[in-house]
Protein backbone atom coordinates (compact mmCIF):
# COMPACT_ATOMS: atom_id res chain seq x y z
CA UNK A 1 0.00 0.00 0.00
CA UNK A 2 1.52 3.21 -0.71
CA UNK A 3 2.53 5.56 1.94
CA UNK A 4 3.92 9.02 2.90
CA UNK A 5 7.59 9.10 3.40
CA UNK A 6 9.52 11.22 5.48
CA UNK A 7 13.82 11.69 5.69
CA UNK A 8 15.31 11.95 8.02
CA UNK A 9 13.21 10.25 10.99
CA UNK A 10 15.98 12.23 13.71
CA UNK A 11 17.65 15.86 12.91
CA UNK A 12 19.45 17.41 15.57
CA UNK A 13 20.36 21.33 15.18
CA UNK A 14 21.79 24.43 16.44
CA UNK A 15 19.81 27.40 17.12
CA UNK A 16 20.36 29.52 14.61
CA UNK A 17 21.07 26.96 11.92
CA UNK A 18 19.21 26.02 8.54
CA UNK A 19 17.21 22.42 7.89
CA UNK A 20 15.62 21.29 5.53
CA UNK A 21 13.04 18.35 6.16
CA UNK A 22 12.22 16.08 3.08
CA UNK A 23 8.44 14.04 2.58
CA UNK A 24 7.92 12.12 -0.58
CA UNK A 25 4.15 12.02 -0.86
CA UNK A 26 2.07 9.42 -2.49
CA UNK A 27 2.69 9.36 -6.11
CA UNK A 28 -1.25 9.86 -7.33
CA UNK A 29 -1.63 13.03 -5.39
CA UNK A 30 -1.53 16.23 -5.58
CA UNK A 31 -2.41 18.18 -2.50
CA UNK A 32 0.94 18.45 0.39
CA UNK A 33 0.57 19.33 3.51
CA UNK A 34 2.91 20.29 6.80
CA UNK A 35 1.87 20.04 10.19
CA UNK A 36 4.18 19.91 13.63
CA UNK A 37 3.47 18.90 17.16
CA UNK A 38 5.20 19.88 19.75
CA UNK A 39 6.10 17.63 22.29
CA UNK A 40 2.32 17.30 24.91
CA UNK A 41 0.48 19.06 22.99
CA UNK A 42 -1.91 19.22 19.28
CA UNK A 43 -1.23 18.40 15.97
CA UNK A 44 -1.04 21.78 14.28
CA UNK A 45 -1.51 22.70 10.44
CA UNK A 46 1.53 24.85 9.17
CA UNK A 47 1.16 24.98 5.21
CA UNK A 48 -1.33 23.37 2.06
CA UNK A 49 0.35 23.31 -0.82
CA UNK A 50 -0.85 22.59 -4.44
CA UNK A 51 -0.28 23.49 -8.11
CA UNK A 52 3.47 24.22 -6.83
CA UNK A 53 2.15 27.13 -4.54
CA UNK A 54 0.99 27.72 -1.42
CA UNK A 55 -3.04 27.34 -0.57
CA UNK A 56 -2.94 28.01 2.89
CA UNK A 57 -0.54 28.81 5.89
CA UNK A 58 -1.33 29.31 9.73
CA UNK A 59 -0.08 31.99 11.68
CA UNK A 60 2.62 29.91 12.89
CA UNK A 61 4.15 29.34 8.88
CA UNK A 62 6.07 32.74 9.20
CA UNK A 63 8.93 34.45 7.22
CA UNK A 64 11.00 31.62 8.80
CA UNK A 65 9.54 28.88 6.74
CA UNK A 66 9.02 28.12 3.30
CA UNK A 67 8.02 25.09 1.05
CA UNK A 68 9.33 23.82 -2.26
CA UNK A 69 8.34 20.83 -4.79
CA UNK A 70 11.78 20.65 -6.04
CA UNK A 71 10.85 17.89 -8.59
CA UNK A 72 8.20 15.61 -9.17
CA UNK A 73 8.28 13.29 -6.25
CA UNK A 74 9.87 15.71 -3.23
CA UNK A 75 7.89 18.27 -0.79
CA UNK A 76 10.46 20.29 1.26
CA UNK A 77 9.80 22.37 4.34
CA UNK A 78 12.64 24.58 5.16
CA UNK A 79 13.41 26.61 8.30
CA UNK A 80 15.93 29.35 8.27
CA UNK A 81 17.84 30.60 11.32
CA UNK A 82 15.82 27.64 13.78
CA UNK A 83 14.87 28.67 17.50
CA UNK A 84 14.54 26.35 20.20
CA UNK A 85 10.92 26.50 20.01
CA UNK A 86 10.90 24.77 16.59
CA UNK A 87 12.04 21.41 18.22
CA UNK A 88 8.96 19.25 17.30
CA UNK A 89 7.40 16.24 15.12
CA UNK A 90 6.80 17.68 11.67
CA UNK A 91 4.66 15.42 9.53
CA UNK A 92 3.86 15.81 6.14
CA UNK A 93 0.71 14.88 4.30
CA UNK A 94 -1.09 14.05 1.07
CA UNK A 95 -4.40 13.66 -0.48
CA UNK A 96 -5.29 12.87 -4.27
CA UNK A 97 -7.36 16.31 -4.27
CA UNK A 98 -8.38 18.90 -1.52
CA UNK A 99 -11.87 17.07 -0.39
CA UNK A 100 -10.50 13.54 -0.05
CA UNK A 101 -8.37 11.99 3.10
CA UNK A 102 -5.17 12.93 4.01
CA UNK A 103 -2.86 10.28 4.82
CA UNK A 104 0.40 10.88 6.67
CA UNK A 105 4.23 10.00 7.05
CA UNK A 106 5.80 8.91 10.06
CA UNK A 107 7.12 12.61 10.99
CA UNK A 108 10.69 14.07 11.68
CA UNK A 109 11.58 14.66 15.04
CA UNK A 110 13.76 17.92 14.99
CA UNK A 111 15.69 19.04 17.87
CA UNK A 112 17.17 22.32 18.25
CA UNK A 113 20.09 22.94 20.88
CA UNK B 1 -10.53 25.05 17.70
CA UNK B 2 -12.13 22.05 17.26
CA UNK B 3 -15.24 21.05 16.89
CA UNK B 4 -15.21 18.21 18.28
CA UNK B 5 -15.59 17.12 22.11
CA UNK B 6 -14.09 13.42 23.09
CA UNK B 7 -13.40 12.12 26.56
CA UNK B 8 -9.94 12.72 27.80
CA UNK B 9 -9.48 8.93 28.19
CA UNK B 10 -10.77 5.54 27.89
CA UNK B 11 -10.08 2.23 28.98
CA UNK B 12 -10.66 -0.53 27.08
CA UNK B 13 -10.09 -5.18 28.25
CA UNK B 14 -8.01 -6.56 25.33
CA UNK B 15 -10.28 -8.57 23.10
CA UNK B 16 -13.23 -6.38 23.80
CA UNK B 17 -14.89 -4.12 21.75
CA UNK B 18 -13.69 -0.35 22.68
CA UNK B 19 -16.63 2.16 21.69
CA UNK B 20 -14.95 6.01 21.81
CA UNK B 21 -17.58 8.43 21.32
CA UNK B 22 -17.42 11.94 20.00
CA UNK B 23 -20.15 14.93 19.94
CA UNK B 24 -20.38 17.43 16.91
CA UNK B 25 -23.45 19.13 17.71
CA UNK B 26 -22.65 22.08 15.72
CA UNK B 27 -21.79 20.16 12.41
CA UNK B 28 -22.63 21.37 9.10
CA UNK B 29 -24.25 20.02 6.39
CA UNK B 30 -21.45 19.58 4.15
CA UNK B 31 -18.78 18.23 6.98
CA UNK B 32 -17.64 14.79 7.21
CA UNK B 33 -16.78 12.88 10.43
CA UNK B 34 -12.92 11.46 10.23
CA UNK B 35 -11.17 9.79 12.62
CA UNK B 36 -7.73 9.29 13.08
CA UNK B 37 -5.50 7.82 15.53
CA UNK B 38 -2.39 8.70 16.66
CA UNK B 39 0.14 5.71 18.26
CA UNK B 40 2.84 6.96 20.51
CA UNK B 41 5.56 8.96 18.44
CA UNK B 42 4.25 7.88 15.02
CA UNK B 43 2.14 9.95 12.48
CA UNK B 44 -1.68 10.06 12.65
CA UNK B 45 -3.10 7.12 10.92
CA UNK B 46 -6.21 7.52 9.04
CA UNK B 47 -9.20 5.16 10.25
CA UNK B 48 -12.23 5.86 8.92
CA UNK B 49 -14.50 8.46 7.61
CA UNK B 50 -18.46 9.20 7.16
CA UNK B 51 -21.02 11.83 6.25
CA UNK B 52 -24.37 10.25 7.39
CA UNK B 53 -24.50 6.62 6.77
CA UNK B 54 -22.72 4.13 9.45
CA UNK B 55 -19.35 3.02 7.40
CA UNK B 56 -17.09 0.01 8.33
CA UNK B 57 -14.01 -0.83 7.30
CA UNK B 58 -11.02 -3.65 8.00
CA UNK B 59 -10.14 -1.86 10.96
CA UNK B 60 -13.01 -0.31 12.95
CA UNK B 61 -16.94 1.38 12.00
CA UNK B 62 -18.67 4.37 12.59
CA UNK B 63 -21.90 4.50 13.65
CA UNK B 64 -23.41 8.54 13.38
CA UNK B 65 -26.54 9.18 14.48
CA UNK B 66 -29.51 10.45 12.75
CA UNK B 67 -29.13 14.04 13.41
CA UNK B 68 -25.55 13.79 12.96
CA UNK B 69 -24.51 15.66 16.05
CA UNK B 70 -22.64 12.91 18.10
CA UNK B 71 -20.56 9.41 16.30
CA UNK B 72 -19.08 6.48 18.13
CA UNK B 73 -15.98 4.72 16.81
CA UNK B 74 -16.11 1.23 17.00
CA UNK B 75 -12.73 -1.15 17.23
CA UNK B 76 -14.49 -4.70 17.30
CA UNK B 77 -11.32 -6.52 18.79
CA UNK B 78 -8.98 -4.18 20.70
CA UNK B 79 -5.56 -5.67 20.88
CA UNK B 80 -2.83 -3.86 22.93
CA UNK B 81 -1.37 -2.21 19.50
CA UNK B 82 -4.61 -0.41 19.19
CA UNK B 83 -3.26 1.80 22.01
CA UNK B 84 -3.56 5.64 20.77
CA UNK B 85 -4.85 8.59 21.10
CA UNK B 86 -7.87 8.98 18.95
CA UNK B 87 -9.29 11.96 17.12
CA UNK B 88 -12.43 12.33 16.04
CA UNK B 89 -12.42 15.63 13.18
CA UNK B 90 -14.89 17.48 11.66
CA UNK B 91 -13.94 18.73 7.89
CA UNK B 92 -15.42 20.11 5.37
CA UNK B 93 -15.27 18.84 2.02
CA UNK B 94 -15.74 22.04 -0.24
CA UNK B 95 -15.21 21.84 -3.92
CA UNK B 96 -12.26 23.79 -5.05
CA UNK B 97 -10.60 24.25 -1.81
CA UNK B 98 -8.28 21.85 0.00
CA UNK B 99 -9.03 21.64 3.47
CA UNK B 100 -6.48 21.74 6.77
CA UNK B 101 -7.39 19.31 9.56
CA UNK B 102 -7.80 21.22 12.57
CA UNK B 103 -6.98 18.06 15.44
CA UNK B 104 -8.16 18.42 19.40
CA UNK B 105 -6.85 16.77 22.17
CA UNK B 106 -8.79 13.42 21.42
CA UNK B 107 -9.12 10.21 23.64
CA UNK B 108 -6.50 8.59 24.69
CA UNK B 109 -7.58 4.82 24.75
CA UNK B 110 -5.57 2.45 27.10
CA UNK B 111 -5.83 -1.35 26.43
CA UNK B 112 -5.26 -3.44 29.42
CA UNK B 113 -4.17 -7.11 28.86
Known amino acids: EPEVTQTPSHQVTQMGQEVILRCVPI?????FYWYRQILGQKVEFLVS????????KSEIFDDQFSVERPDGSNFTLKIRSTKLEDSAMYFC???????????FGPGTRLLVL | DAKTTQPTSMDCAEGRAANLPCNHS???????VYWYRQIHSQGPQYIIHGLKNNETNEMASLIITEDRKSSTLILPHATLRDTAVYYC??????????????FGKGTRLHILP
Open chain 1, 27 to 31: SNHLY
Open chain 1, 93 to 103: ASSRDGQETQY
Open chain 1, 49 to 56: FYNNEISE
Open chain 2, 89 to 102: IVRATSMNRDDKII
Open chain 2, 26 to 32: TISGNEY
